[in-house]
Nanobody, 124 residues
Framework: QVQLVESGGGLVQAGGSLRLSCAAS????????MGWFRQAPGKERVIVAAVEWSGSRTYYADSVKGRFTISRDNAKKTVYLQMNSLKPEDTAVYYC?????????????????WGQGTQVTVSS
């Protein structure tokens, strides 16, 4: 079992930065690929970024490429999402999730565990 707890959300002005963290419990964290998803009001939940178990392979949605960076620290059982140059359209609830490999994360299927989400609001 893996439990995921997100933190780091908040209110920020456009152009600002936030770093989200997702802390995991359980001994098998390092064997999972991890991802960040977001869901804006009235919209579906979509993939933002993903990282494989070793951290060496990553994926980014086109909308965040060059602005967001996903990373993980397996010793700390934590995955991060550094968000720079934030835009109002980045406003959403951000969730982290775990799956057996990065392509399951990117495809949004076979996700084994989800966090409860953290709100990010970007004001214009």
């Amino acid at each position: 079992q893996v439990q995921l707890v997100e933190s780091g959300g908040g209110l920020v002005q456009a152009g600002g930065s936030l770093r989200l963290s997702c802390a995991a419990s359980g001994r098998t964290f390092s064997s999972y690929a991890m991802g960040w998803f977001r869901q804006a009001p009235g919209k579906e939940r979509v993939i933002v970024a993903a990282v494989e178990w070793s951290g060496s392979r990553t994926y980014y949605a086109d909308s965040v490429k060059g602005r967001f960076t996903i990373s993980r620290d397996n010793a700390k059982k934590t995955v991060y999402l550094q968000m720079n140059s934030l835009k109002p359209e980045d406003t959403a609830v951000y969730y982290c999730a775990a799956a057996g490999n990065i392509w399951l994360v990117v495809g949004g299927t076979g996700l084994d565990y989800w966090g409860q989400g953290t709100q990010v609001t970007v004001s214009s």
